[in-house]
């Protein structure tokens, strides 16, 4: 068990929905990244909060948005969704920012869209 | 994109025999982690080797890495059932700390 927390696990939805994943991460740690995982692309990264201010920005897509709260749980918004969004998305947490940051991951929240 | 390439795509072995897997990336790195994934689990960072270093070693793993070759590889030696996973590297490099995940190695180990 990583410590970090993500909610829902499974979650099926239509497409032009929205959804709302949620992540709580380790104790302590400031820092909390999102990721994408899919069959043809890999493991993408979405993008990275650091105590309550965005910090890196990968591959999100205008209709993803993100952010972290002054609890420092953080939520990743999918709106308009398409079948291509269909993916496991996982949060990862570290105690800082900066190169060499072990992250920890989350067990993932499994999203279909139909 | 992808940085990291992991070779073989997949690998599978009887227990106790040694896997070999290995990645290659294409521009210069600060340094290369190694990370396990379990079926649709998250992933478990195994071990960090940053780009002054050889050669590390963590329980049954050795990572090395070559850096005029742009390579790195992950030992399990006395592979165990409990061992079948995915196995991904991922390189920080220039001026960026994210890093850049391959597409990984399924690692199968039959009892």
């Known amino acids: 068990d990583s410590g970090v927390t993500q909610t829902p696990k499974h979650l099926i939805t239509a497409t032009g929905q929205r959804v709302t994943l949620r992540c709580s991460p380790r104790?302590?740690?400031?820092?909390v990244y999102w990721y994408q995982q899919s069959l043809d692309q890999g493991l993408q990264f979405l993008i990275q909060?650091?105590?309550?201010?965005?910090?890196a920005k990968g591959n999100i897509l205008e209709r993803f948005s993100a952010q972290q709260f002054p609890d420092l749980h953080s939520e990743l918004n999918l709106s308009s969704l398409e079948l291509g969004d269909s993916a496991l998305y996982f949060c990862a947490s570290s105690a800082f920012t900066g190169t060499g940051s072990q992250q920890y991951f989350g067990p993932g929240t499994r999203l279909t869209v139909t | 994109s992808q940085q990291g390439e992991e070779d073989p795509q997949a690998l599978s072995i009887q227990e106790g025999e040694n896997a070999t897997m290995n990645c290659s990336y294409k521009?210069?790195?600060?340094?290369l982690q190694w990370y396990r994934q379990n079926s649709g689990r998250g992933l478990v960072h195994l071990i960090l080797i940053r780009s002054n270093e050889r050669e590390k070693h963590s329980g049954r793993l050795r990572v090395t890495l070559d850096t005029s070759k742009k390579s790195s590889s992950l030992l399990i030696t006395a592979s165990r059932a409990a061992d079948t996973a995915s196995y991904f590297c991922a390189t920080e490099s220039g001026g960026s700390y994210i890093p850049t995940f391959g597409r990984g190695t399924s690692l199968i180990v039959h009892p």
């Open positions: 104790s302590g740690d400031l820092s």
């Open positions: 909060y650091y105590n309550g201010e965005e910090r």
């Open positions: 521009t210069s790195i600060n340094n």
